[in-house]
């Protein structure tokens, strides 16, 4: 059975910084291309960063430069690290796992981002 479990969501103030982790289980975690999405209230789901087998990463514009993410194929896990939080990076964050035509998600983690 496959798993994907966020954590290290919560509140922050503006300017703050939060590290959020995916654990993977039920998967060859190393193969896999891994992606973090957020959604923000009456919005789409937007992809904020992602990280390829190879670690290549790539990042939206509006997270670029605050935003590092990274993974630890010995721990099977993913990270987000952001820093200077804004408001408008107030969302539910969910990581995503890919291999060619499969996918899986995590249930999501609330990012939310006011003083």
């Known amino acids: 059975q496959v798993q994907l479990v966020e954590s290290g969501g919560g509140l922050v103030q503006p300017g703050g910084s939060l590290r959020l982790s995916c654990a993977a289980s039920g998967i060859v975690f190393s193969v896999y291309d891994m992606r973090w999405y957020r959604q923000a209230p009456g919005n789409q789901r937007e992809l904020a960063a992602s990280i390829t087998r190879d670690s290549i990463t790539n990042y939206a514009d509006s997270v670029k430069g605050r935003f590092t993410v990274s993974r630890d194929n010995a721990k099977r896990t993913m990270f987000l690290q952001m820093n200077s939080l804004k408001p408008e990076d107030t969302a539910v964050y969910f990581c995503?796992?890919?291999?060619?035509?499969?996918?899986?998600w995590g249930q999501g983690t609330q990012v939310t981002v006011s003083s």
């Open positions: 995503n796992a890919v291999l060619g035509s499969r996918g899986h």
